[in-house]
């Protein structure tokens, strides 16, 4: 009965260890590491009932009972289906772990591009309010001698719109 319940079990978890790891965001894949952690955890309490399973072979065998044979062909089919999952569990943590790095950079460049996006918004705040507290003159005298000044300002605003925009679009490429 305890080698068809861990029988049972390993048949249940060999979809989970052969399907492929699907993390769209960071949340799932952090949420398939933790799964995967549950299975591991699993999976050493099951190694330690195949243990058991093996000394109960092993006191059958003893006994010298007549169809010994397919105990010990169930048990090391069990051992067998059960080792298996160790290298199917390093595959996945590896397939996992490189979805959570893929996901944190993802998040990172998420978090820049926003930091960009705000600094640029801020600045074209920060230009409308200085442009119109300018005042030009009252005369058109004083208002061509502010050409220079103007055109030297509209420069710099244009350098720092371009620089700025530019590092939010960087981020987002």
């Known amino acids: ?17 052969t399907a492929d790891v699907k993390a769209d965001s960071l949340t799932a894949a952090r949420y398939s590491a933790r799964v995967l952690s549950i299975f591991n955890a699993d999976r050493k309490k099951k190694s330690s009932q195949l243990s058991e399973l093996e000394a109960l072979r092993a006191s059958i065998a003893e006994l010298k009972y007549k169809d010994s044979a397919t105990t010990d062909a169930k048990y090391a089919e069990l051992a067998k289906r059960l080792e298996a999952f160790s290298a199917g569990a390093e595959s996945k943590k590896g397939k996992i772990d490189a979805a959570l790095e893929d ?31 300018v005042t030009f ?25 371009t620089e700025k925009k530019s590092a939010a679009t960087k981020v987002s490429e």
């Open 1 to 17: 009965n305890e080698a068809s319940a861990l029988e049972g079990w390993i048949s249940g978890k060999e979809a989970y260890i």
């Open 103 to 133: 996901q944190n950079n993802k998040e990172t460049l998420r978090g820049d591009f926003a930091s960009a996006a705000q600094n640029y918004r801020r600045f074209v705040r920060q230009s409308l309010v200085t442009i119109e507290n």
């Open 137 to 161: 003159g009252h005369d058109l005298k004083s208002t061509e001698a502010f050409k220079a000044k103007l055109d030297a300002s509209d420069a710099e605003f244009a350098k720092n719109g």
